[in-house]
C-alpha cells in the first residue's frame, strides 16, 4: 500500500512482558517517527528517525523503550517488562526529511497490558 | 517549553451550523502549525500546514487561518461526516511535533 503500515494492529498481553511494535513507512521517506497516545489524550513524542543520523530518543520516558530502523526502511519500537500505564496506542509516522512538512500516519498499535 | 492548547474539548453542531475549532500555542520559533482530523481507531489524517501569520488554508467546507499566538480551525455548514477529533500540533526546533489534546467535533443531522 502506499500509506504507513503497522503490525499488529492490537496486542494483549501480561504484565512484565517484552512486546515488539513494527511500523513500514511510506516508500522514500527518509524521517519516521513514534508517538504514543494515551485514551483522551493528545500525541506524546517518543522518537524520531533521520537517515543515518542518531535518532532523537529525548522523548522515550524510561529505559525500558527502545526503537530501532534498518536504513530508511522498517522500524521496530520495543518495550521491556510492560507496565500497565504503557497501555495506550502507538502511532508511526513518515514524512520527506528533514524539512518543515507533514507527518503522515499509520493507524497503530492499540496495546494492552494485563 | 513547547505548548499547545486546544478548545473546546468537545463542540457539538447541528447539520449547516457554522463554527470554529481554537488551537492556542507557546513555541520558541514556530517553524509550522499542523491540523489533522483522527477518526475513532484509525490514525490522525493530514489536513493543512501554515507556516506565518497571516496565512490561509482551505478544503471544502473546513478553512484554517493562523496569527501569532493561535490558529482557527473554520466549518462552515458542517455535516455528519465530519464528526471526528481534530488534532493541532506544531513543529518548532527540530522535527517533532507538539500535540494539543484534540476537539471531539459531532454533527447531528
Known amino acids: 500500500g502506499a500509506g504507513v503500515s503497522q503490525s499488529p494492529s492490537n496486542k494483549v498481553t501480561e504484565k512484565g512482558k517484552d512486546v515488539e511494535l513494527r511500523c513500514d513507512p511510506i516508500?522514500?521517506?527518509?524521517?519516521l517517527y513514534w508517538y504514543r497516545q494515551r485514551l483522551g489524550q493528545g500525541l506524546e513524542f517518543l522518537i524520531y528517525f533521520q537517515g543515518n543520523s542518531a535518532p532523537d530518543k529525548s522523548g522515550l520516558p524510561s529505559d525500558r523503550f527502545s526503537a530501532e530502523r534498518t536504513g530508511e526502511s522498517v522500524s521496530t519500537l520495543t518495550i521491556q517488562r510492560t507496565q500497565q500505564e504503557d497501555s495506550a496506542v502507538y502511532l508511526c509516522a513518515s514524512s520527506a526529511g528533514n524539512v518543515v512538512g507533514p507527518q503522515h500516519f499509520g493507524d497503530g498499535t492499540r496495546l494492552s497490558i494485563l | 517549553e513547547d505548548q499547545v492548547t486546544q478548545s473546546p474539548e468537545a463542540l457539538r453542531l447541528q447539520e449547516g451550523e457554522s463554527s470554529s475549532l481554537n488551537c492556542s500555542y507557546t513555541v520558541s520559533g514556530l517553524r509550522g502549525l499542523f491540523w489533522y482530523r483522527q477518526d475513532p481507531g484509525k490514525g490522525p489524517e493530514f489536513l493543512f500546514t501554515l507556516y506565518s501569520a497571516g496565512e490561509e488554508k482551505e478544503k471544502e467546507r473546513l478553512k484554517a487561518t493562523l496569527t501569532k499566538k493561535e490558529s482557527f480551525l473554520h466549518i462552515t455548514a458542517p455535516k455528519p461526516e465530519d464528526s471526528a477529533t481534530y488534532l493541532c500540533a506544531v513543529q518548532a526546533q527540530g522535527n517533532k511535533l507538539v500535540f494539543g489534546a484534540g476537539t471531539i467535533l459531532r454533527v447531528k443531522s
Open positions: 516508500s522514500g521517506h527518509t524521517a
